[in-house]
T-cell receptor
Framework: GDSVTQMEGPVTLSEEAFLTINCTYT??????LFWYVQYPGEGLQLLLK?????DKGSNKGFEATYRKETTSFHLEKGSVQVSDSAVYFC????????????FGSGTQLTVLP | KAGVTQTPRYLIKTRGQQVTLSCSPI?????VSWYQQTPGQGLQFLFE???????NKGNFPGRFSGRQFSNSRSEMNVSTLELGDSALYLC????????????FGPGTRLTVT
């Protein structure tokens, strides 16, 4: 079946450090890929997305590139801030007429001042 | 535009009882999906509704059911509650023109004692 594998957490970084959270996927079709972020006590917020190979999603300084050859969608940010502390989820959707997101297990990020 | 709203935000029930959770999608969104989030199983897809029809269902027992009304508002019901049903239940809505993108509400925290 379809699945998403994320880098195990938690991840702790100092402010202004470089962030990478690895994400790889297995899918029977040609999925769209997403990164969602969850702040404490809140629901999920869409951070960025990519719908086809070599697409780069970007938002708020975060970037991820859809790599079909390595089935990966790694999240990166050049300089993290304390306010980036949250749980990050990688997800895929095969689209079609029905909506269903398949999520990774989530990566807890803590940024220290 | 107002975001996805879910009521109630917190709920405590006893084993064997039933519960109904409500979700109001973003205005104009016709697709509503439900997810269960637990520390052990992560985020799991429950079901998705579009124009009052269930289009997709996850791997959950029949105790979990849902419906959608003509105004796109949705409810999910869990009967004969078990301790393992304690979770954060998230609702997400999707615009018809971009069905891959989902916007999440803050969730309902259900505790079963």
């Amino acid at each position: 079946g379809d699945s998403v594998t994320q880098m195990e957490g938690p991840v702790t970084l100092s402010e202004e450090a470089f962030l990478t959270i690895n994400c790889t996927y297995t899918a029977t079709g040609y999925p769209s890929l997403f990164w969602y972020v969850q702040y404490p006590g809140e629901g999920l917020q869409l951070l960025l997305k990519a719908t086809k190979a070599d697409d780069k999603g970007s938002n708020k300084g975060f970037e991820a590139t859809y790599r079909k050859e390595t089935t990966s969608f790694h999240l990166e940010k050049g300089s993290v801030q304390v306010s980036d502390s949250a749980v990050y989820f990688c997800a895929l959707s095969l689209g079609g007429s029905a909506r269903q997101l398949t999520f990774g297990s989530g990566t807890q990020l803590t940024v220290l001042p | 535009k107002a975001g996805v709203t879910q009521t109630p935000r917190y709920l405590i029930k006893t084993r064997g009882q039933q519960v109904t959770l409500s979700c109001s999608p973003i205005s104009g969104h016709r697709s509503v999906s439900w997810y269960q989030q637990t520390p052990g199983q992560g985020l799991q897809f429950l079901f998705e509704y579009f124009s009052e029809t269930q289009r997709n269902k996850g791997n959950f027992p029949g105790r979990f059911s849902g419906r959608q009304f003509s105004n796109s508002r949705s409810e999910m019901n869990v009967s004969t509650l078990e301790l393992g049903d304690s979770a954060l239940y998230l609702c997400a809505s999707s615009p018809s023109q971009d069905l891959n993108e989902q916007y999440f509400g803050p969730g309902t925290r259900l505790t079963v004692t």
